[in-house]
């Protein structure tokens, strides 16, 4: 039996105004459940993090930046570094996002940078990885999600690991339409959860949460979050609207 509480995060991307984002999270922070049963986060965009942590204050959701430069402070024009988010009143942060990667050309070695960074200031990661459909006609689906979850992780202690979430998340099935069918997804979610056991032990990897992304929908939510190493999801367009996300978080738990 397994003890992980689910959690749904909402990556807002590119999307809402200040008071857009504002009418949703208050939304969302009147509906949320306890923490106990379901860990709801949303991450906005840096521009609305400071409203959408005051507007959720007190309440169950928990608030992500979508990214994060890895140094402390400096001459490194328009980054945020981990300090910065967590003084906003961030607690997580999602990192390696497949459109960081493909269009911004973040590297599994800037991931990882990012990772340990934010594990330094007390923010938890929720670090994304997936193939591309290439990859995945290829036959390369597990190699190249175990190569960039070893590469986001690696060095880093069972103590340090224990606070890491990870989001897999197909390509190909971001913002298209399609997902993973809820096998391929356990598939895939059990030889991450494998790798972890082997590389930080059973007890790290059975406590780990590992959520799935992709064209999350109301319709398809509890299917895929019934498999037994899928422990939430993370969730982009269906998050834009209170309508399409709490019954995903329902789903959940
Ligand atoms: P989607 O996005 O739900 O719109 O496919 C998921 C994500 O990019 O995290």
């Not at 959701?61 to 979508?66: D, I, L």
């Given at each position: 039996?397994?003890?992980?509480?689910?959690?749904?995060?909402?990556?807002?991307?590119l999307n809402h105004t200040l008071a857009d984002a504002k009418q949703l999270v208050s939304t969302l922070a009147a509906e949320a459940p306890d923490r106990s049963q379901c860990e709801v986060v949303v991450a906005p965009p840096a521009t609305a993090l400071?409203?959408?942590?005051?507007?959720?204050?007190?309440?169950?959701?928990?608030?992500?930046?979508?990214?994060?430069?890895?140094?402390?402070s400096g001459a490194f024009t328009g980054e945020n570094s981990p300090a910065l988010i967590r003084d906003v009143g961030c607690s997580h942060c999602i990192v390696g996002h497949s459109e960081r990667r493909q269009l911004f050309s973040e590297t599994d070695a800037a991931v990882h940078q990012k990772v340990v960074s934010l594990l330094e200031h007390q923010l938890i990661p929720i670090v994304c990885v997936g193939e591309t459909l290439a990859q995945r006609d290829e036959g390369t689906t597990v190699s190249v999600v175990l190569g960039q979850t070893e590469a986001a992780l690696k060095g880093l202690s069972d103590d340090q690991l224990a606070d890491v979430v990870i989001a897999y998340e197909p390509v190909w099935a971001i913002g298209t339409g399609r997902t993973a069918s809820p096998q391929d997804a356990q598939d895939v979610h059990a030889a991450i959860r494998g790798f972890l056991s082997k590389d930080f032990g059973a007890s790290v990897a059975e406590s780990t949460r590992i959520l799935y992304g992709g064209s999350v929908k109301p319709n398809n939510a509890k299917e895929l979050l019934a498999e037994p190493d899928i422990d939430g999801a993370l969730v982009g367009g269906a998050s834009l609207k209170s309508e399409s996300f709490l019954p995903i978080v329902q789903a959940a738990f």
């Open positions: 039996m397994t003890t992980r509480v689910p959690m749904v995060a909402g990556n807002w991307k400071k409203t959408v942590v005051d507007t959720a204050l007190g309440s169950a959701v928990a608030v992500a930046a979508q990214n994060v430069y890895h140094e402390k």
